[in-house]
T-cell receptor, first 115, second 113 residues
Framework: AQSVAQPEDQVNVAEGNPLTVKCTYS??????LFWYVQYPNRGLQFLLK??????LVKGSYGFEAEFNKSQTSFHLKKPSALVSDSALYFCAVAPLNSGYSTLTFGKGTMLLVSP | DVKVTQSSRYLVKRTGEKVFLECVQD?????MFWYRQDPGLGLRLIYFSYDVKMKEKGDIPEGYSVSREKKERFSLILESASTNQTSMYLC????????????FGPGTRLTVT
């Protein structure tokens, strides 16, 4: 069975500084990997995904993530954080050969960007 | 834009009541999902459906049932609500295939008293 670990419950960063939200995964075979963001009292919004190819994936709002197969990681990054990036971030994984399109989500990391 | 709507944003029910949560998507997606979200536990899959009248159990199906009579509509039913079902419920839809992203509704915050 697949699993996702987001080791930090909360990440604090000052506006303008780079940010990293960590994610590691466990899955049989190759993975599909996703990042979602949840703003207060809202549903989740898709940010980016890794399917195959280039290990560096670019997504919405200036975010990017790097797939590292040897470290089984898919960390979310942004070069310069904005206060408006403050939200709850979820990493998710699905096996490449899964018969159904189900995702396994991490527990989420709260990102707080201070002015 | 894909739109997923849920019947209520907030709902308060009493223990033992039958509760219906409805989800509608407008993008002709094959797959639909129901999750519950609890602090510190992330999202947990309750049920999903990959076609009309088809359903599969997720990780935590106990105490819940679902219905999908039309492609665009997926209902979650709590047969006899209990206080431990107080939670945020999120519906999502996607095209068939694990590499497609899921689109989420705004959520229903259910309180069972």
């Amino acid at each position: 069975a697949q699993s996702v670990a987001q080791p930090e419950d909360q990440v604090n960063v000052a506006e303008g500084n780079p940010l990293t939200v960590k994610c590691t995964y466990s899955v049989s075979g190759n993975p599909y990997l996703f990042w979602y963001v949840q703003y207060p009292n809202r549903g989740l919004q898709f940010l980016l995904k890794y399917i195959t190819g280039d290990n560096l994936v670019k997504g919405s709002y200036g975010f990017e993530a790097e797939f590292n197969k040897s470290q089984t990681s898919f960390h979310l990054k942004k070069p310069s954080a904005l206060v408006s990036d403050s939200a709850l971030y979820f990493c998710a994984v699905a096996p490449l050969n899964s018969g159904y399109s189900t995702l396994t989500f991490g527990k989420g990391t709260m990102l707080l960007v201070s002015p | 834009d894909v739109k997923v709507t849920q019947s209520s944003r907030y709902l308060v029910k009493r223990t033992g009541e039958k509760v219906f949560l409805e989800c509608v998507q407008d993008m002709d997606h094959e797959n639909m999902f129901w999750y519950r979200q609890d602090p510190g536990l992330g999202l947990r899959l309750i049920y999903f459906s990959y076609d009309v009248k088809m359903k599969e159990k997720g990780d935590i199906p106990e105490g819940y049932s679902v219905s999908r009579e039309k492609k665009e509509r997926f209902s979650l039913i709590l047969e006899s609500a209990s206080t431990n079902q107080t939670s945020m419920y999120l519906c999502a839809s996607s095209l068939r295939g694990a590499f497609y992203e899921q689109y989420f509704g705004p959520g229903t915050r259910l309180t069972v008293t």
